[in-house]
């Protein structure tokens, strides 16, 4: 399964109330809580992630990969989201990046899922938004998230 994965409201609160901790790293500290369900349905040697937050061209892959992996979430396969038409309009939004990145790989629903709180994405369309796991951002991902998660995973 291919997961588009969202880390400001999906890792990590994105509530600008509450301070968000960074790690020695430099990179933000996930919550126990998106981490432990996060691994609950993840499988690192059959899944794959594609990183879609905005923070994806900080790092390499292999940085990624390490940042995950100190934060206890192995990832074999990891990519990062093509933004190869987002510099020539400036009001591009995850989903016209999502739906970018689909295109351009001919992907099929079936086989991804998007776990992610940006509100553009409840204008997917319908058999995309039938695979969007939609978290609150101000909590971020959370076992209440689970059953919606394997539902789609049919795990």
């Known amino acids: 399964m291919i997961f588009f994965l969202d880390i400001d409201g999906v890792m990590v609160h994105a509530n600008p109330h509450r301070h968000v901790e960074q790690a020695t790293d430099g990179f933000y500290v ?3 809580a998106a981490v432990d369900t996060f691994n609950t349905i993840f499988i690192a040697e059959e899944d ?32 990062l989201l093509d933004n190869a ?17 689909i295109g351009r790989r001919c992907m099929r629903p079936e086989e991804m899922i998007i776990i992610d709180d940006d509100k553009s994405l ?34």
């Open 30 to 32: 996930f919550s126990s």
């Open 48 to 79: 794959q992630v594609i990183l879609s937050t905005s923070h994806r061209s900080r790092y390499t892959i292999a940085k990624w990969k390490k940042i995950f992996l100190d934060r206890d979430i192995k990832i074999d396969s990891l990519q």
């Open 85 to 101: 038409e987002q510099h020539l309009i400036n009001y591009y939004t995850r989903k016209d990046e999502i739906l970018g990145h």
């Open 122 to 155: 409840n204008d997917l369309p319908r058999e995309l938004k039938t695979r969007l796991v939609s978290t609150s951002s101000y909590i971020g991902l959370t076992e209440k998230d689970l059953p919606k998660l394997k539902t789609i995973l049919n795990r």
